[in-house]
Every structure is written in structure tokens, then in C-alpha cells.
């Protein structure tokens, strides 16, 4: 089982069980996000990915594709990937940049997606989980590292 609470306090861990053994975590949680969205293909999650890349990132490189994968598990500690694909084209070398976000996503709250989103964006100019990679994913959600913490609930509410 995945631990989604791994570096947290122990007081705000140990709030956590107890809570997911009232039975309440998942109700509280999605009671604070109540709102849905509409990004249910991968057209959709393609312009809304564009959409906040052109507003904060209009110098990073271009986008190839965003696609909801079925494949991507939470079970293997990952919501979303970023990959940089580098292909042979005769005497050149092409470079893309696709994001892959995990189904699960498609049923979650807007807030989780745009944060996983923006995570996955910020990658375009930060491979690693550095101060500046977190600094930038705040600059484009402010609520960033809130709902960061609610997602990792949420997950283990559900675990």
C-alpha cells in the first residue's frame, strides 16, 4: 500500500487515520471541492493544459500531446508523467514533450486537476522536485501545495 502521507507530521498523519476510521476523511474533503469540471476527453484536456501553459509558460517548449492514460496508477506513486521523447528524423534529432495525467482525474474535483496539471507543466522548465520546481507550480496555482495535501487525503481516504 502506498503511503500518500510520508513526510507529513505525525500529529496531522495520526488526525488523518483517525478521521478515515470515523469514516468521514472522504466526505470532508470533497465536501471543500465541490465543484466538478468538464474535461472528460483528451481534446479538452489538451486545451485546458495549453490554456495555462500559454497564461505562465509561453517560452517553454511546445506541448506534442496531453492524454489521459488508464494506464498510470496511483498504486505506482504517480499521478502524472511528463516525458521528453527524442526521435531520430533522418540526419535530425526531434524532441517532444507529452503529459500523461492519470484517468482518475476525470472524476476528481477541478482544483486536483488543475494542480496535477500545473505539477506536470512545471516539469517543461524543472526535471526535479526542486524549491524553484514548487515556487513555479505556485506562481501558477497559488493553492498549490493545499491542494497537494487534499489530493494526498483524498487518495488515502480511498486507500
Known amino acids: 500500500m502506498v503511503d500518500?502521507?510520508?513526510?507529513y507530521p505525525d500529529e496531522m498523519r495520526a488526525?488523518?487515520?483517525a478521521l478515515r476510521e470515523e469514516g468521514v476523511l472522504?466526505?470532508?474533503?470533497?465536501?471543500?471541492?465541490p465543484e466538478p469540471h468538464a474535461i472528460s476527453n483528451n481534446a479538452a484536456l489538451y486545451r485546458?493544459?495549453?490554456?495555462?501553459?500559454?497564461e505562465f509558460l509561453r517560452?517553454?517548449?511546445p506541448l506534442a500531446k496531453v492524454r489521459y492514460d488508464d494506464r498510470i496508477s496511483t498504486l505506482h506513486r504517480a499521478l502524472g508523467l511528463h516525458t521528453y521523447a527524442v526521435r531520430v528524423q533522418g540526419a535530425?534529432?526531434?524532441?517532444?514533450?507529452?503529459?500523461?495525467?492519470?484517468?482518475?482525474?476525470?472524476?476528481?474535483?477541478?482544483?486536483?486537476?488543475r494542480m496535477v496539471v500545473v505539477h506536470e507543466l512545471a516539469h517543461l522548465r524543472h526535471k526535479e522536485h526542486?524549491?524553484?520546481?514548487?515556487?513555479?507550480c505556485e506562481?501558477?496555482?497559488p493553492d498549490y501545495l493545499r491542494y497537494e495535501l487534499d489530493l494526498r487525503l483524498l487518495l488515502f481516504a480511498r486507500s
Open 139 to 141: 506562481h501558477m496555482e
Open 4 to 7: 500518500y502521507l510520508t513526510g
Open 26 to 33: 472522504e466526505q470532508r474533503l470533497m465536501a471543500r471541492y
Open 92 to 113: 535530425k534529432l526531434k524532441s517532444r514533450n507529452e503529459i500523461r495525467i492519470a484517468s482518475i482525474f476525470k472524476e476528481l474535483p477541478s482544483a486536483f486537476l
Open 15 to 17: 488526525r488523518a487515520f
Open 48 to 54: 485546458y493544459a495549453q490554456d495555462i501553459k500559454r
Open 59 to 61: 517560452s517553454s517548449p
Open 130 to 136: 526542486d524549491k524553484a520546481f514548487y515556487r513555479l
